[in-house]
């Protein structure tokens, strides 16, 4: 289980990096991150292939929270 957690974690961040290099730039950078037109840089007006980012981005965050809470230790009590 562990291994296949491992490459469906690869492979859906090899493919989110693609698609971020893919994407055209907001402009503004920082700047319009917080400033006035920070709605258009967080996604307001988000097309498709934002979207499919964000859906990208969360399906990566859950198999990594999957993987951690799968490679947890056991507790084991010492007594003494």
Known sequence: MNILLYILFTVLSVILTGIVLLQEGQG??????????G?????????GI????????????????????????EASFIQG
């Open 28 to 37: 503004g950078g920082m700047g319009a991150a917080f400033g006035g037109v």
């Open 39 to 47: 709605g258009e840089a967080f996604g307001h007006g988000a097309g």
């Open 50 to 73: 934002n979207r499919f980012t964000s859906i990208l981005a969360g399906t990566l965050l859950i198999v990594a929270l999957l993987i951690a809470i799968l490679s947890k230790p």
